[in-house]
């Protein structure tokens, strides 16, 4: 055997013993898919405020007080009776 060829192989067992890579299990094909949905969500936010930053808001409107009424409620209609 050459040398180096022994760690390549040993090297190779491990490899192949974990049972690949993390991001092809159903957790990490989950995780990508949160991750992409976040950054999605996120440039979409982003977006939304710019395009109400560009909108002007109207002034805001005095608020007054409501003046009182010295009327109680409607008038009574008498009856024909």
């Known amino acids: 055997m050459q040398p180096g060829t022994k760690t390549l192989s040993v090297a190779l067992a491990l490899a192949v013993a974990l049972g690949g890579c993390s991001s092809f299990s159903k957790s990490g094909r989950q ?26 808001m109207p002034p805001p409107q005095e608020f007054t007080q409501p003046t009182e009424s010295t009327e109680t409620g409607p008038q009574a209609v008498p009856s024909d009776g």
Not at 39 to 44: E, L
């Open 31 to 56: 995780r990508r898919a949160y991750e992409k949905y976040v950054r999605k969500s996120s440039v979409a936010r982003g977006k939304q405020r710019a395009r109400m930053g560009k909108v002007q």
